[in-house]
């Protein structure tokens, strides 16, 4: 290749043929591909995304900013991948192409805001069926060759052959998985649809319930899903109905909360006509609709106690009867529920029959607030922005750092609903402010409109519960010099602690490592192990 030694084509060539053989993670074997394209060619960021429909999913990025990986790239907005998609043999575009690239902005560490830099892409397929794409991107105009072109197609095989031995890994995996339920996982995925992106995550929290989804969704037990308003009940169940033997039967959904007390027994059960006025015709209840299938009952705490006992009753025999009538059916129904109350408050109080809520909580499953979740705020921030882009046909939608300081040090009350709505209010802010439209919008600290980092309704992240007690102040002090002196002594405690490894200190506090220096530089604290507590 050009400009490339012999031994350093082998030392980056070698060590991916040899991976083709081994039982490597998927993640792990598409980051070895991405490094060693990083090794061969001139460019400062690289990608991996699979076809999934309509839709191009990254699977591994290297050089492009945290929320890039949350994106979805539909083909049909973005002509640069989809005419690499239909080429038959890799693409080199001339660094001052008209056509928008996908990138523009979010190379990572880049200050300013790139509009123009090449890019050399190539299609892969699979057993002669279109799987993705392989992007290159450089700073610098003018980096790619033809020569490098030429050495893409020959490097593209030997990125297929990744690919295929991780598909074929995957299948055999796999094999005791129904195919329906995969086509449906990836349907899902593929749509954009708000019951796909919520529940991508890296964080331990968020894959500690993804596999717990995995493990109690093929099953027939009733799950009790928990929560904060907005961390994403419904698309936990819908994940739940997706991954179990009754996928390609109906999922119902009912919010009880939403039901008129007089009605819901109605709504649940059916009712026969004269049952009640109004009630001109029989009618069908949601647990009738919702036969071999799923029903989800949300804010199951509201229903009221007599709806109560009828529900168990069901529960226990599949037996109901319709308002107003002697008559018994049968069903066939997988219930999964969830509340946003503790449902064991709900029984001490009297509001909740204890012997339904043994019932209902077969399988608890809770989920964890957003502000658990770590740099995944970033993931979900980039696939709203890039439906915003979408929405608003913008050339290209991106974060500067101090938005993304911002994001991370926020604890996120309303979740990851808050952050959706967030994000589209921030994108119409930053419109306003710049007229003629930008080609590439950054949404910065003050578009979000967040607190200052380290200040947020509830502190920083991790300071409660196990922060230490605040320093009492002086009569009069002002609230916030009170804040910052408590921040100070917890901060300065959590780095001695930690023998001022700056690292493992913003691990324990779940913030990024530059925003704690950042939090550090304006508290005062000195960045050695000279400060003084």
């Known amino acids: 290749m050009v400009n490339m030694t012999i031994s350093a084509l082998l030392a980056a060539l070698v060590p991916l043929v040899a991976d083709l053989s081994r039982e490597l993670p998927e993640c792990e074997r598409y980051r070895r591909l991405l490094q060693a394209v990083r090794a061969l060619f001139p460019c400062d960021a690289v990608a991996l995304l699979r076809l999934e429909g309509e839709w191009l999913v990254p699977l591994a990025m290297d050089g492009l900013s945290s929320d890039a990986l949350g994106r979805r790239f539909r083909v049909d907005a973005h002509p640069r991948l989809q005419m690499l998609l239909q080429a038959s043999q890799p693409m080199l575009f001339p660094p001052g192409s008209d056509l928008p690239d996908p990138y523009d902005g979010l190379i990572d560490g880049l200050c ?173 209840g949601k647990f009738e609709w919702a036969d071999g299938g799923t029903l989800f009952l949300d804010e199951v705490g509201e229903l009221p106690l007599p709806v109560q006992a009828k529900l168990l009753r069901v529960l226990q025999s599949g037996q109901l009867q319709r308002l107003g009538s002697d008559r018994e059916h049968h069903v066939d129904v997988r219930l999964v529920v969830a509340s946003n109350r503790d449902l064991a408050d709900e029984v001490r109080a009297g509001r909740m029959r204890a012997d339904i809520y043994h019932r209902l909580s077969v399988y608890p499953l809770p989920v964890p607030p957003l502000r658990e979740r770590g740099r995944d705020v970033l993931l979900l921030s980039g696939f709203f922005l890039e439906e915003n882009r979408n929405r608003l046909g913008l050339g290209s939608l991106r974060l500067d750092r101090e938005a993304q300081a911002a994001l991370l040090a926020y604890d996120w009350p309303g979740n990851v609903r808050e952050l959706e709505h967030l994000i589209g209010r921030s994108v119409l802010k930053a419109l306003g402010r710049h007229r003629p439209r930008p080609r590439i919008l950054s949404l910065t600290a003050a578009d979000l409109g967040l607190p200052e980092p380290g200040l947020s309704s509830g502190g920083p992240k991790g300071v409660l519960p196990s922060a230490p007690p605040a320093p009492a102040g002086p009569v009069g002090q002002s609230l916030r010099a009170s804040v910052q002196a408590f921040e100070r002594q917890w901060v300065q405690d959590c780095l001695q602690r930690h023998d001022y490894h700056w690292a493992a200190a913003a691990r324990e506090l779940q913030l990024d490592r530059a925003n704690l220096a950042r939090l550090a530089k304006r508290l005062g604290i000195s960045p050695n192990r000279s400060a003084k507590k």
């Open 112 to 284: 300013g805001q790139l509009e123009v830099h090449d890019c050399m892409g190539c299609a892969l397929a699979i057993e002669g069926q279109a799987w993705g794409l392989l992007t290159l991107d450089a700073l610098v105009p003018g980096r790619f060759t033809p020569a490098h072109l030429a050495a893409l197609q020959a490097f593209a095989d030997l990125a297929a052959a990744t690919v295929a031995a991780t598909v074929r890994i995957n299948r055999l995996a796999e094999r005791v998985e129904n195919e329906h339920l995969r086509a449906e996982r990836y349907r899902l995925a593929a749509s954009g649809a708000a019951s796909a992106h919520q529940l991508m995550g890296h964080s331990p929290a968020m894959q500690q319930l993804l596999q717990e989804i995995e493990l109690v969704g093929p099953s027939d037990l009733t799950v009790l899903i928990s929560g904060e308003t907005g961390v994403g009940k419904e698309l936990v169940a819908r994940a739940l109905h997706a991954r179990s033997g009754r996928a390609e039967r109906p999922l119902v959904i009912v919010n009880c909360a939403a039901l008129p007390d007089t009605l819901v027994e109605s709504e649940l059960f059916g009712h026969v006509r004269g049952a009640f006025t109004g009630a001109v015709q029989e009618r069908q």
